[in-house]
Structure formats: structure tokens, C-alpha cells
């Protein structure tokens, strides 16, 4: 173990990656290293997930090494927070009673007191909107704004309602005041984010106006939002999308099935045939990229059922999918449904929808072949001498030959050719 440092290892959505990333800027300014091995770090945070993935499976795996460790070196100290606290509290206290802390997304705001008296260190207080922009930020020229916390929809699966609560909306001005200090600092992508963020309103703003006024008020720079519900997506923010070259052309929307009966079950307010419609309207914006999150074998569904998520998928050709199992939240409707559909079935369909979408991005990227994107450039790439990792405004990693001083910048390239994941390119002048 190395003295006077510190691991995060995040799992789960973008908002988790964000108070991450808040907290790490935290640990930073109390005089930590980060690193990324839990194994050799004083200091290791689980920031949990219960929604995506089976993260929660991982993270016990990850424990069940680490746990040990502290057994051995009383200085080790490990942390839990997020989603799964709210949860499965109970069992974390039964399995691993030498867990320094526990902290649940509400009682998040404690973090600074609780990491004080743990380390008798001083620590910033940590704030749910803090902005994090420093040189040691892994992508300085990139930013996720919060704009909303909680959540007002009861989707039978969900535990976001339960562990997160009601919906809250920041005011624009508070938007701006922490987004102008980035942008004045050089932020070239701005990513607006709340579970639906689409139901964002303040006063008479919504989302639509909120979107229109960013877009306005940073003209040079990408703006990007998630993630949108489908029952509230006013057409009003594709026809804005359409109109400013700055908001990215990229919708993620989560159909979560292609069948209504079994989205009648999972209380998602929509049909199959309302979601077509308006992945249609979205399409009609030029370049767009639409992402989907997809769930195999939910209570009850059928192989028919589960064969009109792959025909919809089909119809669609989403351009990024992130597809999961259905497995049970306790505190969930879901839970309590019958008809629970066997494990191993759920991952045979899912790996069915993988295949499928994998197989049909090859063919869907070639329609970007030979034509001329701006990109943001990221980071070197992890394979090919010389390569850079950029993403469209689509959202599509590129890979091209370049020099790493453009990193935090954007360039043209051209599509040269595709794989099932990425595009590759050429720089041009
Ligand atoms: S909209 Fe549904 S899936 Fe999304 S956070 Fe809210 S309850 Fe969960």
C-alpha cells in the first residue's frame, strides 16, 4: 500500500462519473495522489450503481479482495456511496462490517465531514453542483453540467426515484454563473445532464428554451444533453437542435423494449408505435446519432416480445446501444411481478441483441465514409502509433493519425473507413 493516496472506482451513469470526479478534486485539494489501483491506494471510494450493468456484482467481487487487505493494514480505508447504499445497506453491514463509511446519494452532502473525521484531514464541502475544471481532470476541455437531480417518473424496474428522489431543477442563472467561469477557462463541450432531462422546467423555461439559450450564450462550443425520456420529448427540441450548429446532433433516448405490452408493464407511458414516430422526427435532423438503452428479458416477456425489441432495433439502426439483462432491485415494482423469466435465458437474449447490433453499426457507419466531420479531439488512442481518439457530434469515437498537441481541440477529418465501433479517418487541412 502507498501512503497519502487515494482510488475512486466509479460505476454506473455519467452523474456518478460527475460526483467522482467532484469528490477526486475534493480528495486532490486535501493532499492525496490519485491512482488507479484500489489495491495500493490508503484511501479507496466505491461510487455504486444498482441500475446498470449487474455493477452491483463487480463491486462485490472488487470487496471481496479488498476487504482482506484492510484486515491486514489497519491504515487501508475504504468507503462505499451511491445507489447501492440506499439499497442493500443492510447486507453491506452484514458481509463487511469493517467498511470505514457508508453514504447514500442524499446523504452525500456529509462526505466532507465524514472523510474529516476518518483521515483528520481538511476537506472543501462538497457541493451536489460543483463544477470540476482542472489540469488534472482527465478531459480539462470538457464539462457535465447537473441541471436536474432526482426523478418524477415510477419506472417499474427503477430504483433512481426511491434512492435519489423528487425531480429538482436549477434555475438558469445558476447555470450560466458556473458555466460562463468554464468557458471563459477554455471548455469546448459543455454535456447538460438529468435522468429526463427533457422535463427540465424553471418558472415558464423549459427544457427546449434552456437548450436554445445555451446554445446562444456558447456559440463556439458543443453542447450535448442526457438523457431524454421519450414520453416528454417536445418536438420543439429537435427543430432547436436543427437550427444551431453548436448543439450536437445526437439524441440518447432509451426505448428500454420494443414491445408495449411489456412497456406497459415496465410503466414507461409509451408505446412502440409513439416511439417510432418520433425517432422518425428525430431523424430528420441532418447527421443525427440516436442511442438507445435496451432490457432483455423483463418479467414475463415473451420470446415473441423479446423478438419485437430486435425487429425494432432493426427499424431504427441505432447508431450506439447499451444493452443490459433485466435483474431484480429490491424496493422495485418489478421485483414483485411474476413470470420472473431464468437468468440464463435473459443473458441468451441478450447476447442475441449484442450480435445484432454489433453486426448492423459495420453497415451503419458506412454512411459517414468518405465524408468530412468536425471532431473534438480527446486523447491519444490506445492502439496505432502516432493515433488520436476524437468524437463526432455524434458521439462516435474517430481514430486518426496526429499530434498530440491537438488534443482539447477541434479538427476535420475524413471517414476513411468503419468498423463496428469506430470510425477512421484522415486529418485534413
Ligand atoms: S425515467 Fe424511469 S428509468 Fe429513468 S430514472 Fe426515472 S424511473 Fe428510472
Not at 13 to 38: F, H, P, R, V
Request: glycine content about 4%.
Amino acid at each position: 500500500m502507498k501512503e497519502n493516496t487515494a482510488c475512486i472506482m466509479n460505476f454506473g451513469c455519467q452523474m456518478n462519473e460527475y460526483e467522482s470526479l467532484t469528490i477526486t478534486k475534493m480528495l486532490d485539494k486535501a493532499g492525496y495522489e490519485l491512482i488507479s489501483s484500489a489495491d495500493q491506494a490508503e484511501l479507496v471510494i466505491f461510487n455504486t450503481c444498482t441500475v446498470r450493468d449487474n455493477a452491483d456484482e463487480k463491486i462485490w467481487n472488487r470487496l471481496s479482495s479488498l476487504v482482506p487487505q484492510k484486515r491486514k493494514n489497519k491504515a487501508k480505508k475504504i468507503g462505499i456511496m451511491g445507489c447501492m447504499v440506499e439499497a442493500q445497506r443492510e447486507v453491506f453491514l452484514k458481509k463487511h462490517p469493517e467498511i470505514d463509511f457508508l453514504i447514500s446519494p442524499v446523504e452525500l452532502p456529509q462526505i466532507s465531514k465524514v472523510l474529516r473525521d476518518l483521515t483528520a484531514r481538511s476537506y472543501e464541502e462538497y457541493s451536489t453542483y460543483e463544477l470540476m475544471l482542472d489540469e488534472k481532470a482527465k478531459f480539462p476541455f470538457r464539462t457535465y453540467m447537473p441541471i436536474q437531480t432526482g426523478c418524477n417518473f415510477n419506472c417499474s424496474y427503477c430504483i433512481v426515484p426511491a434512492v435519489k428522489g423528487r425531480e429538482v431543477n436549477l434555475s438558469p442563472d445558476e447555470i450560466f454563473k458556473k458555466l460562463d467561469s468554464l468557458v471563459e477557462k477554455g471548455v469546448k463541450e459543455i454535456t447538460l445532464l438529468g435522468q429526463t432531462i427533457n422535463s427540465y422546467k424553471h418558472e415558464d423555461i423549459k427544457f427546449a428554451d434552456l437548450l436554445e439559450m445555451t446554445a446562444l450564450r456558447y456559440k463556439g462550443v458543443w453542447i450535448r444533453f442526457l438523457t431524454s425520456h421519450p414520453i416528454l420529448f417536445d418536438e420543439k427540441i429537435i427543430d432547436i437542435v436543427a437550427k444551431h450548429e453548436n448543439l450536437c446532433s445526437y439524441f440518447h433516448i432509451p426505448a428500454q423494449s420494443g414491445n408495449s405490452r411489456i412497456l406497459k408493464e415496465m410503466k414507461r407511458g409509451y408505446t412502440r408505435e409513439k416511439y417510432l414516430k418520433l425517432i422518425s422526427k428525430m431523424r430528420e435532423v441532418k447527421d443525427v446519432c440516436i442511442s438507445t438503452d435496451m432490457i432483455c428479458g423483463f418479467p414475463s416477456e415473451t420470446d415473441e416480445e423479446f423478438e419485437d425489441s430486435l425487429s425494432m432495433m432493426r427499424e431504427i439502426g441505432y447508431e450506439t446501444a447499451f444493452m443490459f439483462y433485466y435483474s431484480e432491485r429490491k424496493n422495485t415494482p418489478a421485483t414483485d411481478m411474476d413470470d420472473s423469466i431464468p437468468v440464463s435465458i435473459r443473458k441468451e437474449r441478450l447476447a442475441k441483441m449484442i450480435d445484432q447490433q454489433l453486426s448492423m453499426q459495420g453497415d451503419i457507419y458506412q454512411k459517414f465514409v468518405g465524408k468530412i466531420y468536425k471532431v473534438l479531439v480527446e486523447n491519444k488512442a490506445r492502439k496505432g502509433e502516432n493515433c488520436l481518439k476524437a468524437r463526432t457530434a455524434g458521439n462516435l469515437p474517430v481514430i486518426f493519425e496526429g499530434d498530440i498537441s491537438l488534443i482539447g481541440s477541434f479538427v476535420n477529418v475524413k471517414i476513411d473507413s468503419a468498423t463496428s465501433h469506430t470510425l477512421l479517418a484522415t486529418l485534413q487541412d
